[in-house]
Structure formats: structure tokens, C-alpha cells
């Protein structure tokens, strides 16, 4: 479950959120702006590739594995890295990526930064609606 706080992609704030989650659950191909996900506890694989290569689904990530990971060519396969408590992972603007929660009892954080310029600069502002947010 990510329970997430957000505005716009056109808005300078960040999209902020935390993740809870259950073990096989995860996200399908997706891309979005540039984001980082710090995991606090538990293990988390990410598969990612470079806007070129990027795709949408709605394939579970597990089906994906299953199905359509093992058919890839070696040469046509994404990076895949995986994540560790206490590790911060940076996903690229308009890289696309996968990843799966390989425990349960996973919990972090994540941060999207919808403009890089900007939203360094607007963390915590009071022009930032969701800074002071409770929900």
C-alpha cells in the first residue's frame, strides 16, 4: 500500500509518500520523474531501463517474472539490482522500472521530484500545501 501525498506534475512541490507492503506485491512497468525510495526495513528487487527501452504495464511484476522475464535475451534484459534496508535508490527522469517486495513487513519512503530546479527549493515551503500534511 503506498499512501502517498501529492500535487500536479506541473506543480514545483515533490510528490512524497510511505510504502507499506506485503511480500510479491510490487509495481509493473511504469516511468515517472525522477524519484528516490529510501527502504527502512525489508528487501525490495528493481528492475530498470533507459527512457528508450521504457514501457507501460499492467502485468503484476510477478507475472511478469514468470512469463515474460525468462523469454528476454540476455543482451535485451533490464539492470536489475536489489534493494536493502537502509538503502536509498534513485530512479532516473523517464527511466522505466519494475520491482517487487521480496519480504513482507516492508516499509520506506519515497520522494518524487516532479521539478528538479525547484523542488529542492520548495521542500517544506509554505507554498507547498502537502509539506505540513497529516494525511
Known sequence: MLISFSLSHTHTCPRAGTLASAGWSGAPHHTHSSAINLLVSGEKRWWIVPPREA???RKHVAAW??????????EDR????VQRAGDLFYV??????AAVNLED???GFTMELTDRRATLANLGA??????????
Open 55 to 57: 514501457i507501460f504495464s
Open 65 to 74: 517474472l514468470e512469463e515474460d522475464l525468462p523469454e528476454l535475451r540476455a
Open 78 to 81: 533490464p539492470l536489475e539490482c
Open 92 to 97: 532516473p527522469d523517464d527511466w522505466g522500472h
Open 105 to 107: 513487513d516492508i516499509f
Open 126 to 135: 509554505n507554498d507547498c500545501p502537502q509539506a505540513n500534511s497529516t494525511t
